[in-house]
């Protein structure tokens, strides 16, 4: 039979070649705002309506002044989003403190496994999200049903300054999903080589055999970054 062939894996090799290749990609997106104002399946108030549409056009100044309004900070639509998950994804921070001064919860999640701290993440506000890991949240806690880590989110959307803060606050860096995704596999997938560095500067393990049996190496060249 044939023998297979094999090959040293060099960590500095690979991120000096795909610090030199990933530039040629384009940026990722912006991060999307909360979903706007809509046709709900189960009725939702008149404030968390005009607060969902103040988070949609990211109006931080309408958003405080309907809390202060008396919204509900407990209230939540069909899918699980409050006050505060919506506040997060938009990145308001002014908001999200607000909302937590009048008792929104801390450990809400969307019905779509999205814990508070993952939808700060997905919102790209580095206040937002040092706001809520200072109140406590647990920082390599996934959404119940889920063992997506949030720091896996933030090596997902490339923000090296969260991953770098969920890492100085314990977050795991190489916690791993049942399909063996972790945050390595993640950044390199998508093509973020600061998060690389960073993830692989504090010990991330740069020959896990992850998802399908590859290599976070094999994930960047198969997603077009080597």
Not at 16 to 32: G, I, L, N, R, Y
Not at 47 to 73: M, S, T
Request: glycine share 8%.
């Amino acid at each position: 039979a044939q023998a297979k062939a094999s090959f040293a894996f060099c960590p500095t090799l690979f991120l000096a070649a795909f610090m030199a290749t990933a530039s040629v990609h384009a940026a990722d997106a912006p991060a999307k705002k909360a979903d706007p104002e809509c046709a709900h399946t189960r009725p939702v108030s008149k404030l968390y309506g005009r607060f969902e549409n103040a988070c949609y056009h990211n109006d931080q100044d309408q958003a405080l002044a309907i809390i202060k309004d008396g919204l509900n900070v407990k209230e939540a639509d069909e899918d699980g989003n409050t006050a505060l998950g919506l506040a997060a994804r938009a990145g308001m921070p002014k908001a999200v403190k607000e909302l937590i001064a009048r008792g929104a919860d801390l450990n809400a999640e969307t019905n779509y496994k999205y814990t508070m701290l993952r939808c700060a993440i997905s919102g790209r506000n580095f206040e937002t999200v040092s706001y809520l890991v200072s109140k406590g949240i647990d920082v390599n806690k996934a959404a119940a049903g889920s063992d997506y880590s949030p720091l896996m989110e933030a090596a997902r959307l490339g923000l090296a300054d969260i991953a770098d803060l969920l890492i100085a606050k314990g977050a795991n860096v190489n916690a791993r999903t049942k399909e063996r995704v972790d945050a390595l596999t993640e950044a390199a997938e998508n093509g973020h080589p600061e998060v690389i560095a960073l993830l692989a500067g504090h010990g991330s393990d740069l020959n896990h055999l992850g998802n399908e049996g590859m290599t976070p190496l094999m994930w960047a060249s198969l997603s077009g970054y080597l």
